[in-house]
């Protein structure tokens, strides 16, 4: 792949945008690049990082890129994504890691229509940074008979913070302490005993005072808000990663012939199969008993040409390279017999070529009744480079189904709901969840509760998994930030001990009290 070089200049276009919404203003994003593209995307935060949901138009030359957003006040990060593969920052704008050793642009969007530095005592408060949502768990959490209040302003911006609460007639008032800074805010934590409450923050720098909320109205707190429950193993449990194919090979009857093509395109699988298998799991799980584990987590085990399996082709079987049906619920029951969990891999962003909906799109093309299945730019649709289909990371061999279409979220929550009720599972995780819509991760939580109520739900997000974790779709996910932080400091030793100490920090008040405990914590993973 060429190097690019890119010469991005970010413009500001200000002005108010009234509406009874939240106000927005037009941001203008622009590349330069030192040689042509085919195709350059923007994504960010304001678009859940999504390479190809905000293309860039072109210059006669195809080397200036540009496209216009309208964003809401506040910080938010970008990457620019050419050729739909390679990503680069705006060295023009200022960038901050993103807990995973990643750099990522920022443009802080105000309406007063410049970027101001942050400066303790300017008597100027940056009100885009402020904030307080008392339905987020991690700003407003009762646990045990207290309660956990948090409010973030931008960083180095604030001289001081005060809480009033009012109970029964009295108001009391507390400063609230800083509890930890990162690369854009600061995060103020209180700590009072939990009751029915009314409270508002007082926010002051030199002579600017800012109330929040505005003018005269509270924040009330009932006894019973805000309630989330995640299961009690969780937080002692002891997991081990397997990828069936790689673990123990039980039974070669099934191993598959590494030499031969394992779909139509021709591709020959590179990584190679190893013959490991569901039997051998079962055969070794003595073992991975002596060893301490106690739940096991298995990468995708339904029906696929890889050795991965993380390109499905059929949800309703288990890939006959591992096994059978019968071997994952021989595995389950025997789990369950040791006092042991099973928690298996979730792929419900995107499937294989051999998918039954894609392949009738690739045989009727315009005419499928599958075609909504799935995001088609134009026709014809063919399994090759740079496809007319959005699939992951635009692999050809990996279409994304489009969630917005409620015949695809009943047929992937159906199976859902069969293999958790089937196999009594303790437990999902979720590939790539960012890149589906919360709405599907809202219907899939109540499925997987009815089938089983102790299922654990963890999301495989690599950055602040806060808003996740708000009771209505996961109660964990597998947490990349620990990793980079412990690794950081204990094996590569880029980090110093006061810069540990501050990521712990971040961490712990990052996620609700509840998840905290219940983190998926490794420090190697198959990716």
Do not use: C
Not at 91 to 109: E, F, M, R
Not at 295 to 303: I, R
Not at 445 to 463: F, S
Not at 483 to 500: M, T
């Amino acid at each position: 792949m060429q190097r690019r070089t890119a010469i991005a200049t970010l413009m500001l276009l200000m002005f108010w945008a009234g509406s009874a919404q939240e106000p927005t203003y037009p941001v203008l994003f622009r590349v330069a690049l030192e040689r042509p593209a085919e195709k350059v995307y923007l994504a960010g935060s304001f678009n859940e990082w999504q390479p190809r949901a905000t293309p860039m138009q072109p210059d006669a030359e195809k080397r200036v890129w540009t496209v216009t957003l309208q964003l809401p006040p506040g910080a938010h990060q970008y990457k620019f994504v050419v050729n739909g593969t390679d990503w680069i920052t705006d060295p023009k704008a200022p960038t901050i890691d993103d807990g995973n050793g990643n750099l990522n642009s920022v443009v802080w969007v105000e309406p007063d229509g410049y970027h101001r530095a942050a400066r303790i005592g300017d008597g100027h408060i940056t009100r885009s940074g402020v904030h307080h949502n008392p339905n987020d768990l991690r700003d407003r959490n009762p646990i045990q008979g207290k309660l956990y209040l948090r409010l973030r302003t931008r960083k180095d911006d604030v001289a001081q913070v005060l809480l009033f609460y009012r109970q029964n007639g009295r108001t009391q008032r507390i400063e609230m302490t800083p509890f930890v800074s990162d690369a854009l805010y600061t995060y103020y934590r209180a700590v009072i005993p939990e009751m029915d409450l009314e409270y508002w923050f007082e926010l002051r720098d030199g002579n600017a005072r800012l109330r929040l909320p505005d003018s005269n109205a509270r924040y009330r707190h009932r006894i019973g808000d805000n309630r989330f429950e995640v299961p009690d193993w969780a937080q002692d449990a002891v997991y081990y990663q397997i990828m069936p194919d790689r673990f123990y090979n039980a039974d070669p009857s099934n191993d598959p012939d590494a030499s031969k093509p394992i779909d139509f395109t021709g591709r020959i699988e590179g990584d190679g199969f190893y013959g490991g298998d569901l039997q051998g799991i079962l055969k070794r799980l003595d073992y991975l008993r002596e060893l301490g584990v106690d739940t096991l987590y298995l990468t995708p085990v339904f029906d696929s040409v890889t050795h991965h399996n993380y390109d499905i082709d059929d949800y309703e079987r288990v890939d006959p390279q591992i096994g059978a049906d019968a071997d994952l619920k021989a595995l389950a029951d025997a789990l369950h017999q040791h006092g042991m969990r099973l928690v298996l891999d979730g792929v419900f962003n995107h499937v294989g070529i051999y998918f039954f909906a894609f392949q009738d799109l690739l045989h009727h093309q315009e005419n499928s009744p599958f075609r909504d299945w799935f995001i088609v730019e134009r026709f014809p649709v063919a399994v090759e480079p740079n496809p007319t289909y959005w699939a992951w990371w635009n692999i050809p061999y990996m279409p994304k189904l489009n969630h917005n279409n409620p015949v695809v979220r009943r047929y992937l929550l159906g199976l859902i709901e069969r293999w958790t009720r089937e196999l009594n599972l303790d437990g999902w995780r979720l590939d790539v969840p960012n890149e589906v819509p919360d709405v599907f991760w809202r219907e899939f939580r109540p499925v997987v509760r009815r089938a089983n109520p102790n299922a654990i739900l963890i999301g495989e997000i690599w950055d602040d998994a806060g808003r996740w974790l708000q009771g209505d779709m996961f109660d964990s996910v597998m947490n990349y930030v620990w990793r980079g932080a412990v690794l950081g400091f204990v094996a590569h030793g880029n980090l110093k001990p006061s810069q540990f100490d501050q990521r712990m920090a971040q961490l712990r008040i990052m996620y609700p009290r509840q998840s905290r405990y219940a983190m998926y914590n490794m420090l190697s993973s198959h990716d």
